[in-house]
């Protein structure tokens, strides 16, 4: 039986900011903070995926701060979800697609881009079970992981993939606890690639490198199976920094060995960015208030924990030479 043509797209590498995309898909006049990373990942994941596309927004920054009064900054298709369920509505939409066309009932002439956008808490904490089981099921959707560290929306409450160290309104550094959190991060990444058999590519991001992020989106799109990005987006509200250092922030991360940034495809990892020479972690924890508490063992631990995923990374390097990172 011959397979159906569900007219996939597929995209071509964007070689330097001039060849970008100049159509913007996230548009001025949503509410949120200033230099909110978040909002920065949206447009620039926006402008990547181009106006075929729909967009799945489970409860978080990017649902609140994005559609009050009816009404939402987005040129494309865009569907709140429950922050439980962003996986399955997602799944719920590309089946539904599949069917339309099929039945030769779908308007468009060829297969929309279907990205869910949820934070931390929507994708590896209360939106854990719909989104492994969207990629178990082999939907061919792009789930990314918008990770501000925290639960934002709410109040700045921990998240699985707060740092260690962090005060929080949940983590609140005191006599007993000095450091505040004492749990080290969730792996999302990892959560993916060892335990989804569907899923060939997996990518880390970072707002600091607008167009390594915008090539991981189209290479995740052009893939027939479930994909996943997480995107690091910095939070001057949750981490206390200054509204004009979001993109300094996230390359600190970068240069610190706090965050990495690498394609993980057909079982091979490669990373599209190594420092010569790892700044110490200080060196990005010093502009962030919710750092501000933790005294010198406490950051000696955190360094312990970098360079552990350092030695990891170097053991497991193979960098893209054709295609340097430029932020």
């Known amino acids: 039986m011959k ?20 159509e913007e898909m996230y548009l001025p006049g949503h509410r949120t903070c200033a230099g909110c990373g978040p909002a920065l990942n949206y447009r620039l994941v926006a402008k990547a995926a181009g106006k075929d596309t729909i967009f799945i927004g489970p409860t978080g920054c990017m649902y609140v701060a994005n559609s009050s009064y009816l009404c939402t900054p987005y040129a494309v298709s865009w569907i709140h979800a429950q922050i439980t369920n962003g996986g399955a509505v997602g799944s719920g939409v590309e089946a539904a697609t599949k069917i339309l066309m099929r039945k030769g009932k779908y308007d468009g002439d060829r297969f929309p881009n279907i990205i869910v956008m949820a934070g931390d808490g929507g994708s590896v904490d209360i939106g854990l079970q719909a989104m492994s089981a969207l990629m178990y099921r082999g939907h061919k959707v792009l789930f990314i992981c918008y990770d501000n560290e925290s639960y934002a929306n709410t109040g700045i409450q921990t998240s699985p993939t707060t740092p260690y160290g962090a005060n929080t309104t949940f983590t609140p550094p005191g006599k007993e606890i000095p450091e505040g959190k004492v749990l080290f991060p969730k792996n999302p990444p990892q959560l993916v690639i060892g335990g989804h058999p569907l899923v060939k590519y997996v990518a880390t991001t ?5 167009l390594d992020l915008m090539n991981k989106v189209s290479k995740a799109l052009s893939q027939p199976n479930p994909t996943f990005l997480h995107m690091l987006a910095p939070c001057p509200k949750g981490w206390g920094f200054e509204e004009k250092l979001t993109m300094e922030m996230g390359k600190l991360a970068v240069q610190t060995g706090m965050w990495s940034l690498y394609e993980w495809e057909g079982g091979q990892y490669k990373y599209t960015h190594i420092p ?23 950051i000696a631990r955190m360094q312990a924990f970098v360079d552990e995923k350092i030695s990891n990374v170097q053991a497991t390097a193979k960098p893209i030479e054709a295609t340097p990172l430029k932020a």
């Open 3 to 22: 397979a159906f043509d569900y007219k996939f797209q597929t995209f071509e590498p964007i070689k330097s900011f001039k060849d970008a995309p100049r």
């Open 206 to 210: 970072c707002v600091g490198y607008p």
């Open 276 to 298: 010569k020479k790892y700044k110490p972690v200080s060196e990005y924890m010093k502009f962030q208030q919710r750092f501000r508490h933790l005294k010198p063992e406490h």
